[in-house]
């Protein structure tokens, strides 16, 4: 290859110790999976606003309760919301205000932040 760069034995070195490990970078894929999907994205925007019920969610994004439903049960179970119950009423809301932070930097990133 003529445009290749032999790196020095310290900096390999360096690098190969410094790689991510298998699990971790298992764990990182499924975590930008939550910023995967255009739904998602607006969900999670709406919900480091305010926490919402479903029917909320559903009407101010104007989606259906079904896919709003199916979208944060995928968020939950990748650990980007949780939610709690008042009586019959379920509010979602972000787990952790870094995701918010994310979402901030990818438009930040974009030169839309």
Do not use: W
């Amino acid at each position: 290859m003529e445009n290749a760069i032999s790196l020095d034995r310290r900096t390999q070195s360096i690098i190969e110790n410094c790689m991510l490990s298998e699990d971790i970078l298992s764990d990182l894929t499924c975590f930008f999976t939550i910023f995967s999907d255009k739904t998602r994205l607006k969900m999670l925007s709406a919900l480091a606003i305010s926490r919402m019920c479903v029917s909320d969610l559903a009407g101010i994004l104007n989606l259906n309760q079904t896919t709003v439903s199916h979208q944060l049960r995928l968020l939950k179970n990748l650990g980007a919301v949780d939610y709690e119950r008042n009586g019959k009423i379920i509010t979602y809301f972000l787990k952790d205000e870094l995701i918010g932070d994310m979402l901030l930097k990818g438009m930040e990133f974009l030169g839309n932040g």
